[in-house]
């Protein structure tokens, strides 16, 4: 059974910087591409960043490239969305999710899914 844990959200000012954790359980992720994404108040899930577990290539939406970065970690199996210069825009519910294969930016291309953590960039 697959789990995911986010863990690392709160409150931040905005330019502050927060670090998201995703502690991955229940299978090797060797063949998987694990993501970032979140969810504003009355709005969609949006994709945000993705990374290759095997190879450690990464993909970003366009609002936050040069400002977030995904990493993960091996031997923790823990995935990581380092964010800075946080804008009240990146208010929202965060998701870590798990998909096999490549990369995608839409939520159906996930299998797995966290619980979410909340992160609020005030002013």
């Known amino acids: 059974q697959v789990q995911l844990v986010e863990s690392g959200g709160g409150l931040v000012q905005v330019g502050g910087s927060l670090r998201l954790s995703c502690a991955a359980s229940?299978?090797?992720?060797?063949?998987?591409?694990m993501g970032w994404f979140r969810q504003a108040p009355g709005k969609e899930r949006k994709f945000v960043a993705a990374i290759i577990w095997s190879t450690s290539s990464t993909r970003y939406a366009d609002s936050v490239r040069g400002r977030f970065t995904i990493s993960r970690d091996n031997a923790k199996n823990t995935v990581y969305l380092q964010m800075n210069s946080l804008e009240s825009e990146d208010t929202a519910v965060y998701y870590c999710a798990a998909k096999r294969g490549l990369p995608g930016m839409t939520m159906g291309a996930y299998d797995y899914w966290g619980q979410g953590t909340q992160v609020t960039v005030s002013s």
């Open positions: 229940g299978r090797t992720f060797s063949g998987y591409t």
